[in-house]
């Protein structure tokens, strides 16, 4: 008891230390939202997910998903409900990198698609997957 009493600080760090060790962990399993390029083929394959790109018109056209539809980040709010009238299907949006299509998710989640998803890692991730891509 008296180690305990007198290195308190020393414990104390020693258990933040850990904690900020295990966050990361924690954190990556809980981060709803994301999808892995093999999670979005089995939704596109099963669940007849709609893939939404959120790349402006000049990326898009140098590569994108196979049935993609295009609709830039900026215009997602006022085009996505026009563009995709079922709000039940498993929606998956895609960007190159995978940050844009993290905000395009809240977006999506607003405008009332609850399975909205994004592709964690972006096109990249797809494209190293071996997944097919298509030039416009």
């Not at 414990?11 to 709803?32: D, E």
């Not at 991730?125 to 891509?133: Q, R, Y």
């Amino acid at each position: 008891m008296k180690f305990l009493i007198d290195n308190w600080l020393l414990i104390l760090i020693a258990l933040s230390s850990g904690a900020m060790l295990v966050w990361p962990v924690i954190a990556g399993g809980l981060a709803a939202g994301d999808l892995t390029a093999s999670g979005a083929v089995q939704l596109m394959n099963r669940e007849k997910a709609v893939v939404v790109d959120v790349c402006e018109s000049a990326e898009f056209a140098a590569g994108h998903i196979t049935g993609a539809k295009n609709i830039p980040l900026g215009e997602l709010e006022t085009k996505l409900p026009g563009a995709v009238k079922n709000k039940t299907l498993p929606l998956i949006l895609v960007c190159a990198s995978g940050m844009r299509s993290g905000r395009a998710v809240a977006i999506a989640k607003k405008l009332g698609y609850e399975q909205a998803q994004s592709l964690s890692g972006g096109l990249k991730a797809w494209k190293e997957a071996n997944l097919p891509v298509e030039k416009a």
